[in-house]
């Protein structure tokens, strides 16, 4: 299996799981890789959204509070830096703020955008995974860099005990191997 099968089988275990929701840019959509991962997905299950990344995550720790568990999908971890105020000063502080009442658990899937065959640039290729381990004290910050690491970490971040959230950092230069 290849690296953008691994990432299928993940969102179809994932979709099995009724509280589920897949939610962003091109998750209903063809406009970047992400969406190839999601298409055997139903789109009863999913929720496109606009260009509003911050808004994204909000409504996403929204749909957590409520019981849902959201995989807000971002195409590109440059792009997730839009979302840091509701990522690290929210979710990743919520149950501590609220004295444990709220555990939102939110599966965060990113993307290092792709160099090869096209190179998108600075702004759509960097790797924030370690400024991001060190923003988190509360949200895992998982780096699928091997095939076979996918499908157990998206089992673990739908399964967790501890209610933790996490963010799973993709290889965007290996959806098309």
Do not use: W
Not at 8 to 19: G, N, T
Not at 151 to 158: I, R, T, V, W
Request: hydrophobic share 35%; charged share 25%; proline share 4%.
């Amino acid at each position: 299996m290849k690296y953008v099968d691994h990432l299928v089988k993940s969102m179809e275990y994932l979709a099995e799981d009724p509280r589920v929701v897949f939610i962003g840019q091109s998750v209903s959509y063809s406009g970047n890789s992400i969406y190839n991962t999601l298409k055997t997905i139903s789109n009863d299950r999913k929720i496109e959204t606009p260009v509003f990344e911050e808004a994204q995550m909000g409504l996403s720790i929204g749909l957590a509070m409520d019981g849902m568990i959201p995989v807000t999908c971002y195409p590109r971890f440059d792009f997730l830096l839009l979302a840091v105020n509701q990522l690290v000063n929210h979710l990743d502080k919520m149950e501590e703020m609220t004295r444990g009442a709220y555990k939102p658990r939110v599966i965060v899937r990113t993307s290092i955008g792709a160099k090869v065959p096209l190179n998108g640039g600075l702004q759509h290729t960097q790797d924030h995974t370690e400024a991001f381990r060190h923003l988190l004290t509360n949200v895992d910050v998982v780096l699928l860099e091997n095939k076979e690491d996918i499908f157990p970490a998206y089992q673990k971040a739908l399964n967790r005990t501890d209610s933790k959230s996490t963010l799973l950092v993709e290889y965007g230069e290996y959806y098309n191997q």
